[in-house]
C-alpha cells in the first residue's frame, strides 16, 4: 500500500515537471511571431486602358492627371511591416508590366524591368532618425515634387522603421508599376463606348466621384443593382471627409489599420474631390472600387522573406480608379455593351 502510494507520488511530481517547463518554454518555441505586411495603393486605367499601379497621384501644382495617354499605373504600393524586428528582403515582381519607380532604389533589377529586390532591409521601432531630422525642414510646398508631398502622410503610420546600410532610412518602401495590359480578373472594364460593364458576379461597393461645373459630388453605390438606374436616384451630393473614409475602413476592415487608411485619403483627396487642380475636366467622374485579392496577385506579387524565418501575412489593399465621361450611360451590365 505504501509503495502505491510513493508511485502515485513521483507520477506527479513527474507530470508537474513536464507541465512547469512547458509553461516555462520562451513563447517563440511555441509559436513564432508574425510579421504584418501592410500594403495600399490605386490603379488607375482610363477608357484608353493603359493601366498602372501607383502610390499617389500628381501634384496639385501640376497639370498632369492620372489617367494622361491612357496609362495603367498601379500607383502605388506603399508598404509597412509591423510585428517583431527582422532582418530580410524584399521582392516584387509583375508579369504584366514594368517597375517604373522605387524609394528605395532596388538592389536587384532585372534587365525587363519586371523584378525588384530589396535585400538587406532591418526593421525595428526605434525612432526614425530620419523623419525627426528631415521631416522639420520648412519647405515651400511649391517646391515639393510629387513623391514628396505625399511621403508626409505616409510617414504618420506608426509602423517599423526600415532601414538598408547607411543610405536609406523611413517607415515604408514604395514602388510603381506601369501594366501593359489589365490583369484578365479585372472586375470592372470599359465598354467600347466608355461605359463601366459591370459582370454578372460583382458584388462589391463602389463610390462615384462626379466632377460637374460646381465642383465634385459623389455618391456609394452598394448594390451593382442599383447602377444602371438613372443617375439622379444615387443619391449625389457633396461629401465630408469622414464619410469617405469610413467607406474606405469598411473595405480595408480585414487587415488595415485606421491610419493607414488615413494616410491614403490624404493622398488621393485632392485628386478625386478636386480634380480640376489635376488635369481632369468638368463632365467626368472616377469610379473607385476595391480590387479582389485575385487581381492584385495576377498584377504583381509581394514576397517578404525574413533571416528569422518568421511566418509573414499579408495583407494588400489596392483600390481599382476608373475615369468615365459623363457621356451616355455611365453602366452597363456585360452583354449589354461589348468588351
Known amino acids: 500500500m505504501l509503495e502505491n502510494r510513493w508511485q502515485c507520488l513521483l507520477m506527479l511530481c513527474a507530470v508537474l515537471l513536464i507541465a512547469g517547463a512547458f509553461r516555462s518554454a520562451p513563447a517563440q518555441d511555441r509559436e513564432a511571431p508574425h510579421v504584418q505586411v501592410h500594403e495600399w495603393g490605386v490603379l488607375t486605367y482610363g477608357t484608353d486602358c493603359t493601366p498602372d499601379l501607383l502610390s499617389a497621384p500628381s501634384s496639385p501644382y501640376a497639370t498632369v492627371s492620372p489617367f494622361d ?36 532604389r532596388p538592389d536587384y533589377l532585372s534587365s525587363d524591368r519586371r523584378k525588384a529586390e530589396w535585400r538587406d532591409l532591418a526593421c525595428d521601432f526605434s525612432v526614425s532618425r530620419w523623419a525627426l531630422e528631415r521631416d522639420a525642414r520648412e519647405i515651400p510646398l511649391t517646391e515639393l515634387d510629387d513623391l514628396t508631398l505625399y511621403m508626409g502622410f505616409w510617414r504618420q503610420v506608426e509602423s517599423a522603421v526600415i532601414r538598408r546600410g ?32 459591370i459582370p454578372d458576379d460583382f458584388d462589391g461597393e463602389m463610390l462615384v466621384f462626379r466632377l460637374t461645373d460646381q465642383g465634385t459630388d459623389i455618391c456609394l453605390i452598394e448594390d451593382a443593382a442599383d447602377a444602371t438606374a438613372s443617375p439622379e436616384d444615387w443619391g449625389f451630393h457633396y461629401p465630408g471627409d469622414d464619410e469617405v473614409i469610413d467607406v ?18 490624404a493622398t488621393w483627396r485632392g485628386y478625386l474631390l478636386g480634380g480640376e487642380n489635376f488635369g481632369r475636366a468638368a463632365g467626368s467622374a472616377v469610379v473607385l472600387y476595391r480590387l479582389p485579392e485575385e487581381t492584385v496577385e495576377e498584377t504583381c506579387s509581394l514576397v517578404l522573406e525574413t533571416d528569422e524565418g518568421y511566418p509573414v501575412d499579408y495583407c494588400r489593399f489596392i483600390l481599382g480608379a476608373m475615369e468615365v465621361p459623363l457621356v451616355g450611360p455611365m453602366f452597363l451590365y456585360e452583354g449589354e455593351g461589348s468588351r
Open 69 to 104: 495617354d491612357g496609362e495603367i499605373v498601379v500607383r502605388a504600393p506603399v508598404v509597412y511591416f509591423h510585428g517583431p524586428e527582422f532582418t530580410g528582403a524584399l521582392t516584387v515582381e509583375s508579369g504584366l508590366g514594368r517597375i517604373i519607380d522605387s524609394r528605395p
Open 248 to 265: 474606405l475602413q469598411r473595405w480595408a476592415v480585414d487587415g488595415l489599420l485606421p491610419e493607414e487608411v488615413l494616410a491614403l485619403w
Open 166 to 197: 547607411e543610405d536609406f532610412e523611413d517607415r515604408f518602401v514604395y514602388y510603381e508599376i506601369g501594366l501593359d495590359q489589365l490583369p484578365l480578373t479585372t472586375p470592372l472594364i470599359h465598354s467600347r463606348g466608355g461605359s463601366v460593364l
